[in-house]
């Protein structure tokens, strides 16, 4: 049942959508544009030279981000993520951020970056606020890194960007690694050796559908499973307890004490049950699920002068009326013919 409850004051419930689930986490995109161009993500052959982004007056301004911001607040959203496309190509990214940590009511704020100018900006992304990152890394050997990144950077960059973080206090630090079979599956463990007991923690995510034009095969998913008994065998694994509730990570602790690893199982085991989450694209855009088909624009109502009750009644009626449970249903859908939003416009 859809919750009535409208407006909430802080550490209020705020709105159910219709599979009861509350708003907690919103995932903001600051850039849709990126310095790699992941086959799976921004493949090469649709974002060329000439692929139309967004212009810098298309992209939501800081001060329209943080409106919105404490508009979600106020119907739940406790926790931030700062991703795009590449968030760090956002500039005075760093301002964003002080004036985000200012809002009451938000407990937690993150990004998501490729680290590859992480090196150059962590100890300022600290000063201005912000607590923790996670850097995607899909491979410590630099030609299958190469090859996942459309041939822009290298392992050693992304390497030298979380050293960076780690001096800088951005932790605890998470590395986010999308795994392919035959792509950069027999690299898995490495990355395991590599941050195991230094603190850093590994989690591989499920290689998904998102978008239309990474040409996804379900037979290039590595399933979780098949990982934890891979490299279980190499360093026992003991699972552990979820951290809090609507945690998609599945954690699992190194029994010699040096850490621990998580799994992302998007496909093989689907949490939409526990979904919290909203997006908010760079040219505000508000979608309710990573495959959605259709969001909601909010960019031109706040330029048209909506005020902010106006605008909590769009946002809470988008909540409301939402059931997505795409990756619950995805077995029934493929081959997948709805067009879907693509992830470097929503971040992932
Ligand atoms: N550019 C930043 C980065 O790569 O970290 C932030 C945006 S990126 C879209 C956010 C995350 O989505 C990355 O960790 C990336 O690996 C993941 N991602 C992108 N496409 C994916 C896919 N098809 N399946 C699973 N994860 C994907
Ligand atoms: Fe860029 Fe991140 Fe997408 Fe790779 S996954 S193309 S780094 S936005
Ligand atoms: Fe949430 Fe949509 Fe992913 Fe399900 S498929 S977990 S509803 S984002």
Not at 26 to 41: A, E, K, Q
Not at 307 to 328: C, G, P, Q, T
Request: hydrophobic share 40%; aromatic share 8%.
């Amino acid at each position: 049942m859809a919750g009535s409850n409208s407006v909430t004051p802080l550490g209020g419930a705020g709105p159910r959508d219709l599979r009861a689930r509350v708003l907690r986490d919103l995932r903001i995109s600051v850039m849709d544009r990126c310095n790699f161009r992941c086959p799976y993500c921004m493949p090469r052959e649709t974002f060329h030279d000439k692929y139309r982004f967004l212009g810098s007056h298309e992209r939501l301004s800081f001060d329209e981000i943080v409106r919105l911001a404490r508009l979600f607040v106020r119907l739940g959203v406790r926790k931030l993520r700062l991703t795009g496309g590449e968030p760090l190509l956002r500039p005075n990214l760093t301002d964003l951020i002080g004036d985000l940590t200012a809002i009451e009511g938000i407990e937690d704020i993150a990004l998501t970056t490729n680290g590859a100018l992480l090196g150059k900006y962590a100890f300022e992304l600290r000063a201005a606020g912000l607590q923790r990152i996670t850097v995607s890394l899909d491979s410590l050997d630099p030609e299958t890194f190469r090859r996942l990144s459309g041939g822009f950077g290298g392992p050693e960059d992304v390497l030298s960007g979380i050293e960076h973080a780690r001096r800088a206090g951005l932790e605890p630090i998470k590395v986010n690694t999308v795994i392919q079979r035959g792509v950069n599956d027999h690299t898995a463990l490495d990355l395991v050796e590599r941050f195991r007991g230094t603190g850093v923690i590994v989690r591989f995510i499920e290689y998904m559908d998102v978008g239309n034009r990474n040409h996804w095969q379900p037979n290039v998913v590595v399933p979780s499973k098949e990982l934890v008994a891979r490299i279980g065998a190499r360093w026992p694994l003991a699972p552990l307890r979820r951290a809090y509730h609507g945690e998609v990570a599945a954690r699992y602790r190194f029994t010699d004490g040096r850490g621990e690893v998580g799994f992302i199982s998007s496909v093989t085991q689907p949490f939409c049950g526990g979904c919290t989450r909203a997006r908010l694209s760079s040219d505000g855009v508000l979608y309710t699920c990573l495959f959605a088909t259709h969001g909601t624009a909010l960019r031109d109502q706040l330029r048209s002068g909506a005020s902010d009750d106006a605008l909590l009644d769009v946002m809470r009626k988008v909540w409301l009326e939402r059931s997505d449970n795409y990756s619950e249903r995805r077995q029934g859908l493929l081959p997948v013919s709805e067009r879907k939003v693509e992830m470097f416009y929503i971040g992932g």
